[in-house]
């Protein structure tokens, strides 16, 4: 496989496609807005938390509009499946998990974290070109943006 | 080796032969390497910057190995020999473009110069520069107007002293074209209005502007004009004097010579008014602890040491060019740009944005692929070899206008060959198939 069909997987293909978790919420606790200033691309994610069985804190859902590469709409729609119903806790880890993944230039993560990515390991191929890694992080960061909002999150130390 | 032509009657139009061609290609060394696993590089980016001659490599590591001194001050050889070079690359600059030397400002690129201009008006609103400045001074209600195609470079500077001095921002628009609505010069420019600044040439569109209906119109209501060059000096013969605009901005990076050089171009008597902004060594002739005297320009706008190195490198691509001829260097391009226009508007599902004829065009061309954003194009001509320009290229609202938020643009400069248009072409044509998008009629 080329590095560009590296780069291009199938699964980034059909989620650019058929994204998932598009359309913005009715109802949300906090909405973040990103832009890559270098290309244009958008992203308005909202996220709408709820109470799990044992008092902790879940991502109920994430709904999102925007425009832009497929690199960063496949990432986004990545992103919302995995972190849709999952504890916010989780959905930070996966955060800094994904965002490790983009500073291996290509190399991939350990065994655990790519059983935690899951779907969004098919980004590896990314971090061979520098000028995608904001692409597919922008989703990301709206949703960091939007749970620090909501007070679930604390801002990353310095 | 340089590449010279023949010597040529004035208003050559003639364009390069393949020798001539081959010989300006072997002035590049950039230009032979490879890219993404041994692919020939095809380099379709000038518009962002241009790749440099080995003569202006040459000249910049001359007079550091040679000539290197402070300039303008001194007494010994080396001084004199530094500022002599430094002045005659002003010179140079000066006489490609139509000007006098006086005339040319050296600035670190054109957004530094038009700042320049749009600062000392600030000044000169605050009373500084005494009466001679008084045409620069702005009142609230009075009008800049600018067109809906300019880069940011010449937008937010006049935005930003709109907001400093109560002046009112207005602008011409753009027709579906993309062409400038110079039919709008006469309600959009009244008594009012004070500066219009507007560009040479689009770096999104390359449709070329017709200078003389904006400096007429200009004129008439005794507006300052203020003519962004960035993309017309490198590739068609410009001659400010003849133009008549005000002041003029260019790069030296988008020309063939060094980054962090550029120009500030002013009409003699507009710079003698204008009152610095930039204080401090090099600019002024007396100073006591209470009050400053400031040189002539184009000293009195170059405050500090300069960029001497680099602005003797623009000086060499300034020669460059000029040996080879602006006429012949446009014809060249003039032939590219309709291959490309042609080799764009062949590709199903492709639209450009801005003219599709070759009239009072440059070279760029920019084009939208339905259903594949800007990103994945130019990752797509990358796996070629072929290096585009993918973004708003620093023109957002001209996109918003033209109803897209990014695109691609291909831009070619004196070195694009034909067939360097023909593998972009190709690797264009393998981009909606990549994404699974096909056109009706094809597998
Ligand atoms: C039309 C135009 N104006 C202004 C600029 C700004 O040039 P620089 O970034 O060298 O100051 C550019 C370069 O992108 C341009 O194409």
Redesign the interface.
């Known amino acids: 496989m ?3 069909e590296q ?2 997987q199938q699964l980034i ?1 059909d989620h650019a ?1 058929s994204p998932h978790g598009k359309g913005l919420l009715e109802t949300y606790e906090a909405e973040s807005f990103q832009v890559n200033p ?5 992203v308005r994610l909202r996220v709408h938390l709820a109470a799990d069985a044992s008092g902790g804190t879940v991502v109920d859902r994430v709904g999102w509009d925007g ?5 960063s709409q496949a990432s986004v729609s990545v992103m919302s499946e995995l972190v849709t119903g999952a504890p916010v806790a989780t959905a930070d880890l996966l955060g800094e998990t994904f965002k490790a993944l983009m500073h291996t230039r290509g190399e991939g993560l350990d065994d655990q974290s790519e059983d935690l990515l899951g779907d969004a390991t098919a980004f590896t191929g990314v971090a061979r ?1 520098p000028a ?1 890694i904001k ?1 597919a992080l922008l989703g990301w960061m709206a949703l960091r943006d939007a749970l620090v909002q909501t007070g679930v999150t604390q801002e990353e130390k310095a | 080796m340089t590449a010279t032509l023949e010597p040529q009657a004035p208003g050559r139009r003639s364009a390069l032969t393949s020798a001539e061609l081959a010989a300006v290609r072997a002035d590049f060394p950039l230009l032979s390497r490879t890219v993404r696993g041994g692919r020939p590089l095809v380099y379709l980016d000038s518009g962002a910057t241009s790749q440099k001659p080995d003569v202006v490599l040459d000249a910049e590591q001359d007079f550091y190995l040679q000539r290197n001194a402070a300039v303008h001050r001194g007494a010994h050889q080396l001084a004199e020999e530094a500022t002599e070079a430094f002045e005659q690359a002003r010179v140079e600059v000066a006489t490609l473009v139509g000007a006098a030397a006086d005339e040319i400002v050296w600035q670190p690129n054109a957004t530094a110069a038009i700042n320049l201009v749009a600062y000392a008006m600030s000044n000169a609103t605050l009373g500084r520069g005494g009466r001679a400045a008084r045409r620069f001074a702005l009142q609230p209600g009075d009008e800049i107007v600018v067109t809906e195609a300019e880069h940011h470079a010449n937008l937010v500077p006049w935005q930003e002293l709109c907001a400093r001095t109560g002046a009112v921002l207005r602008w011409i628009g753009v027709d579906d074209d993309g062409r400038l609505r110079t039919d709008e010069l006469g309600t959009v420019v009244t008594d009012r209005t004070r500066v219009v600044a507007f560009s040479h040439a689009s770096n999104v569109t390359g449709a070329v502007t017709d200078v003389g209906a904006f400096v007429r119109r200009a004129q008439e209501v005794g507006a300052l004009t203020v003519l962004d060059a960035c993309q017309s000096v490198p590739h068609l013969p410009v001659d400010l004097h003849a133009l008549d605009v005000d002041l003029a901005a260019f790069s030296g990076h988008k020309m063939l010579g060094p980054t962090g050089v550029g120009a500030l171009y002013g009409k003699r008597e507009v710079l003698a008014a204008m009152p610095p902004v930039l204080t401090g060594g090099s600019m002024v002739e007396v100073v006591t602890m209470e009050t400053t005297t400031y040189a002539p320009p184009p000293q009195r706008f170059e405050a500090g040491s300069q960029m001497v190195a680099q602005a003797v490198g623009m000086g060499a691509a300034a020669r460059y060019l000029h040996e080879l001829g602006m006429d012949a260097v446009a014809a060249h391009e003039e032939q590219i740009a309709a291959l490309l226009v042609d080799a764009v508007a062949a590709v199903p599902g492709v639209r450009i944005l801005g003219p599709t004829d070759t009239r009072d065009r440059l070279a760029a061309v920019s084009f939208v692929v339905d259903g594949v954003h800007a990103h994945d194009v130019g990752q797509v001509l990358d796996d070629a070899g072929v290096a585009v320009r993918v973004g708003h290229h620093c023109a957002q609202p001209l996109h918003r206008r033209l109803g897209v938020a990014a695109s691609t643009r291909a831009s070619a400069a004196v070195y694009t060959t034909a067939e360097e248009v023909a593998v972009f072409a190709e690797a264009l044509g393998r981009v909606r198939p990549f994404f699974g998008l096909s056109d009706q009629g094809e597998s």
Do not use: H, N
């Open positions: 080329s590095s560009m780069l291009y293909l496609k270098t290309c244009g691309d958008e425009q832009g590469c497929s690199i070109y995608r692409c």
